[in-house]
């Protein structure tokens, strides 16, 4: 073989191999709706643009179990995960197992939503990057409202006699499987966030305050888990107490529900050829309470790189990837997801194809956040034993007051010597 032929074979081979600089990243993600097909979307177009390959670790769609195994990936040093996907309440517990992308990301900082970036920011330092943010809608039946000539509830008190308004006559009707209102009321995270929202939308707290003091045992608070758990059995199925997500959203898309609180993810999905109910809804701010308001859990995912990564550079130009204008923008006109740019809730493009971003930036803005800050790493602890006390209230197992007075001295010993 002639030195120039040996030269080309060599050149060959190395397109074939690919970049010498190329390197394979794994990021954790979990799966709720079509994360995943999403999530591929964006890091094949990546893939082609670096030279990188990127390997999905999947999840279950429950939060509470993704946390628990990120925790033990995380405290034994695990160097196969490069980035994490995380939920916005996590940063406190997880800062000192991830990369301060304080500097990597200055340039793009300025264009968040500052409330965002500063709750990822742990110590000065930012444990995380915004890929998206969330706040949930009510979701209603336009067209069963219109049947029956009730508008959009405005307070919970509203919601309950129109759910059960047409439920009842749905179901004399002939459709025995209509409920009125479907919402997340399993024992996990998701029912931290929805009962939240009722607590605080009657003027109840947020169960820990911002100062850290414990609130959460009051009447307010009592009277909004009294008002829910009157839901079960009459216009909630049995069945509710161990939805999550993904079931509340099978009802309410096979048509079967009235109302249905959720994140906005299902807005799209609803108007999927095989949705039952594509045309037939729309969406409003989750209801008030007594002499409250609206108020709907910050919610949003964000993403970070392990410390434990051998491959942080490119980790971190991953995240640059994920979380640009370009592919914020994508996953809005794709699945809804609320962008953390706020110039992108005008953008012409999204305002036509996906119009709940557009009318939630409002909703974003004066959204609740869960008591992650003021807890720190107890915040877990605390979470289980707020979403236990409303899943017991909620089943019948005592009363708010009970369960609230039980929840309040529980906290009270987990804060012994403050908060962690």
Known sequence: MTLRNCLLAVAAASLLAGPAYAVQLSIVSGSVGTDIQELRGQLDEYEKQSGNTVKIVEMPAS????????????????????????DVIWAPQLAADFVDLSQAMKDEIPKQIPSIIQSQTVNGKLVAFPMYTDAPALYYRKDLLDKYGMKPPKTWAELTE????????????????????????????????DALEWVASHGGGQIVAPNGDITINNPKAVAALEQAKGWIGTIAPEGVLAYKEEESRGVWQTGNAVFMRNWPYAYPLGEGKDSAVAGKFAVEPLPAGKDGKSAACLGGWNLAVSKYSKHQKEAIDLVKFLTSEKAEKERALGAARLPTIPSLYSDPDIVKRQPIVAKWKDVVAGAVPRPSAPTKKQYNEVSKDFWTAVNETLAGRGSAKENLTKLDHQLRRLKRGGWE
């Open 63 to 86: 939060t509470t179990d993704q946390f628990g195994q990120y925790r033990l990936w995380l405290s034994a040093g695990n160097s196969d995960i490069d980035v994490y996907r995380t």
């Open 162 to 193: 129109t759910a059960k308004t047409i439920q009842d006559k749905e179901r004399a009707a002939g459709n025995k499987q209509m409920n009125g209102f479907v919402f997340q009321g399993a024992p996990y995270e998701g029912l931290t966030c």
